[in-house]
């Protein structure tokens, strides 16, 4: 079993900065992957990004690309969201695949096996 937990969320004016913690507990392999999505109201959840922990690989979504950093310190994998947008505001998630054994990792929620409560995050003005 592993367990996820986010923080970092908030309420931030446009082209601002927050920061997204995602603290992974529980029994994991070496060959895992993290990633982190978002869900706005009415819409589908995406996949934004994630890091392949053997490989140390990350993948962005188009929309985020040059804005938003994975990165990993330890147990915790973070988003550092930078230059922010009202179209950024979403539910954001942190969610753990078990084994990832192909180089890279995915974006596609199916593909993963536990997840986090989320956390809020809304860029407004």
């Known amino acids: 079993q592993v367990q996820l937990v986010e923080s970092g969320g908030g309420v931030v004016q446009p082209g601002g900065s927050l920061r997204l913690s995602c603290v992974v507990s529980?029994?994991?392999?070496?060959?895992?992957?993290v990633g982190w999505f978002r869900q706005a109201p009415g819409k589908e959840r995406e996949g934004i990004s994630c890091?392949?922990?053997?490989?140390?690989a990350r993948i962005y979504t188009d929309a985020v690309k040059g804005r938003f950093t994975i990165f990993r310190a330890d147990s915790t994998v973070y988003l550092q969201m930078a230059n922010l947008e009202p179209e950024d505001t979403a539910v954001y998630y942190c969610?753990?695949?078990?084994?990832?054994?192909?180089?890279?990792?995915?974006?596609?929620?199916?593909?993963?096996?536990?997840w986090g409560q989320g956390t809020q995050v809304t860029v407004s003005s």
């Open positions: 969610a753990h695949r078990r084994y990832e054994l192909r180089p890279g990792c995915l974006l596609d929620p199916g593909e993963y096996d536990y």
């Open positions: 890091i392949n922990n053997s490989d140390g």
């Open positions: 529980g029994f994991t392999s070496g060959y895992h992957a």
